[in-house]
């Protein structure tokens, strides 16, 4: 490794921030496109080690500074060391830095599981696990175990991703079993089974030993207890969903009854009430009935006349079957939609 050198660069003071590379210094024209071989950033250990994969994050650049996030938080109690290269003379540059901070946080916490029902479908797709602060990354199937009634460990359950699925607060974790557990007839689904039998009890057990970014473990395990019913094998039809209207006039809460368990993220996102004139009506979403039932809470009250609920046809119930396919489906029985958005016509007066 190249001697250390004192590259121009504004460091982060917590796991939220961001590395800034001052650029304007080099008479290399352009500075244009520039990323990971210009500028990465490694996890070092205590022999003084970097890891050998940078931490991944995206670029962005302004008049002066190429600005580097990271995907996910940098986190307290590590230590990075960022590398540079010189633009006029391609002379790598290094800088170490690590995060102390003296700010009080909010005590780590795994809040809510979702889906949040004791009885679930047999060809569940997807946990959702929701923290009180941003967890360390990289790591979770180390803290997560699916255990049956017999106290087997099941360790080929969920999808094991380079990149996990966490929010951008990093505060909620999406946990997919794998698909190839779930469809029907391929390798992973002949050779294992499926990952959840219907009749059976399961158990997801959290570790207390799992830490957030700023090095706080969640202290107690937590379980989720769960019973396995019937998969769901038949598509999505909103003409089948319920609805209970609110009086005009009123704040009222308008309620869509589903028939089943729906994706608890996907309806905060992909559901809209439109007035007559197209106009969104603003209003928050709120799950319950373990999320068989979504309430919508209008920001004003409710004005006389004829309203719809708009649907986007990426939303998905618990098993990830659409509004226009279903996830475990044989090509040959496929009947593509082409249809972006459904709709229920609705009237208050």
Not at 130 to 154: A, H, R, W
Not at 162 to 179: A, C, I
Request: aromatic content about 10%; some cysteine.
């Amino acid at each position: 490794m190249l001697a250390q050198s004192t590259p121009d660069l504004v460091l982060p003071k917590k796991p939220e921030g961001v590395i800034l590379w001052n650029v304007s210094a080099f008479s290399k024209e352009g500075g244009a496109n520039l990323g990971y071989d210009e500028l990465a950033v490694f996890v070092t250990n205590a022999a003084g080690e970097n890891s050998s994969v940078p931490v991944q994050g995206r670029f962005a650049q302004n008049a002066d500074h190429l600005i580097f996030t990271p995907f996910y938080p940098f986190e307290n109690g590590l230590t990075y060391t960022v590398r540079t290269k010189h633009l006029d003379t391609d002379e790598y540059l290094y800088r170490a830095f690590a995060l102390e901070s003296n700010e009080i946080h909010d005590v780590a916490e795994l809040l809510r599981i979702y889906p949040s029902a004791d009885l679930l479908p047999e060809n569940l797709l997807r946990f959702y696990f929701c923290f009180s602060t941003p967890m360390k990354k990289g790591e979770m199937l180390k803290y997560i175990q699916l255990v049956d009634s017999k106290g087997n460990k099941d360790s080929h359950a969920f999808m094991q991703f380079k990149q996990e699925l966490w929010s951008p607060d990093g505060k909620r974790l999406t946990l997919l079993f794998d698909p190839g557990r779930i469809k029907r007839g391929v390798s992973s689904n002949v050779e294992l089974g499926p990952a959840l039998l219907e009749g059976n009890t399961y158990q997801l057990i959290i570790s207390g030993e799992w830490q957030d970014v700023y090095g706080q473990k969640l202290g107690a395990s937590a379980t989720k207890t769960f019973e396995v019913g019937t998969a769901y094998r038949t598509a999505i039809n909103i003409s089948s969903w319920n609805l209970d209207t609110p009086e005009v006039k009123s704040a009222q809460p308008l309620s869509i009854h589903f028939g089943r368990i729906m994706d608890h993220a996907l309806a905060q996102s992909m559901i809209q009430i439109k007035n007559e004139e197209n106009g969104t009506i603003e209003g928050d979403w709120k799950m319950s009935e373990s999320e068989f039932i979504a309430s919508f809470i209008p920001t004003e009250k409710w004005q006389k006349g004829h309203y719809q609920i708009l649907v986007d046809n990426r939303f998905e119930d618990v098993t990830g079957n659409n509004l226009n396919n279903l996830l475990d489906q044989p090509k040959t029985e496929q009947h593509l939609k082409s249809k972006t958005h459904y709709s229920i016509k609705f009237e208050i007066h």
